[in-house]
């Protein structure tokens, strides 16, 4: 592309001096040729570039771990959903990022599995050993509960925790930002196999109907769900 460019301009300047390199009657079609081929160029650019977004987002789709992006994205967001089982390592990585929030006044809503639950039992057949499934969950609580305690009075009633007797088929973390457009990471729960836990994450503008379909089940799921009572 950059060499019919180049070539289109040499072409363009001989021109203004009434120097052709071609019979006059040749050099429209020389013309005609090089705009086709800078235009084929173009095309085929945009078609690679598609074919390596697509092919980054199916690879992240795989990855064991989130990418820093999620750090940043928590980080503008003025409006973090989170719900998950246990929910372990997600407030142990990002505790204090959560309690900067909101004391903020950012609105942070939480949907756990409930500890004293049916749904307890089934968590445990999730692994191949022994877990004090209850006690992980209870720690969760106390995290939660504590970065509730960090908000403004004004604005602590916009941090909600919410338990849930069902197991949850994944984790998920939405992010609404004040300004550009809100983005989820998602990790699919698996059965006594957790050397690889599926993980991908999106902006709404990559995948609407995808995001939107989560957004709902959040929402479904937090409607369903009863307030924390400590």
Not at 114 to 143: C, F, H, Q, W
Not at 162 to 176: E, F, G, M
């Amino acid at each position: 592309m950059i060499l019919c460019a180049i070539a289109a301009m040499i072409l363009g300047v001989l021109g203004l001096f009434d120097f052709s390199p071609f019979p006059s009657a040749d050099y429209g079609k020389v013309i005609l040729l090089l705009i086709g081929g800078i235009t084929i160029a173009l095309a085929s650019i945009q078609i690679s570039v598609r074919q390596i977004k697509k092919s980054q987002h199916s690879t992240a789709s795989w990855q064991r771990r989130f990418p820093d992006t999620l750090a940043e994205d928590m980080k503008r967001a003025q409006k973090i959903d989170i719900y998950g089982l246990e929910l372990s390592s997600t407030l142990s990585e990002f505790k204090v990022l959560l309690e900067r929030k909101a004391k903020k006044g950012a609105e942070i809503r939480f949907i756990i599995a409930a500890p004293d639950g049916n749904v307890i039992e089934m968590i445990k057949m999730k692994y191949k050993t022994e877990v004090k499934t209850a006690a992980r969950i209870i720690d969760s609580l106390e995290i939660m509960r504590r970065i509730k305690s960090m908000a403004p009075a004004r604005t602590r009633a916009k941090v909600v925790i919410k338990v849930l007797d069902y197991l949850l088929p994944r984790k998920a973390i939405i992010l609404s930002p004040r300004i550009g457009e809100p983005s989820i990471y998602l990790q699919t729960y698996t059965f006594r196999w957790s050397t690889l836990k599926p993980k991908e994450w999106f902006c709404r503008g990559d995948a609407p109907e995808q995001f939107d379909f989560y957004q709902t089940e959040f929402q479904e799921l937090f409607e369903a769900a009863e307030e924390d009572q400590p």
